[in-house]
Nanobody, 114 residues
Framework: QVQLVESGGGLVQTGGSLTLSCKAE????????MEWYRQVPGRQREFVAS??????PNYADSVLGRFTMYWQSRSTVILQMNSLKAEDTAVYYC?????????WGQGTQVTVSS
């Protein structure tokens, strides 16, 4: 099992920046990739970005050019969010794709005020 701890959400104005962090606290050697999703109440959870253990990240069209995902260490990924828009407001979830299955973090709220 992979346990994930997220941090970095908060309130920011339109055009501002936030940095989300997701740390895998157990079984990091089983990780294949890490992903970020987001969800607004009443809507399906949507893909934001992903990064394999080795290789380039992949982004949703809606965040391409504004968000950057990278490995800060062997166990921690960062989602750097710039030029934030009101429509980026959501709960952001980290997901670990591992050899033992998929695991989700608890979510962190991002609110962008106009």
């Amino acid at each position: 099992q992979v346990q994930l701890v997220e941090s970095g959400g908060g309130l920011v104005q339109t055009g501002g920046s936030l940095t989300l962090s997701c740390k895998a606290e157990t079984n990091i050697y089983s990780l294949n990739a890490m992903e970020w999703y987001r969800q607004v109440p009443g809507r399906q959870r949507e893909f934001v970005a992903s990064i394999p253990k080795s290789g380039a990240p992949n982004y949703a069209d809606s965040v391409l050019g504004r968000f950057t995902m990278y490995w800060q260490s062997r166990s921690t990924v960062i989602l750097q969010m710039n030029s934030l828009k009101a429509e980026d407001t959501a709960v952001y979830y980290c997901k670990a794709d591992s050899r033992t299955g998929d695991y989700w973090g608890q979510g962190t709220q991002v609110t962008v005020s106009s």
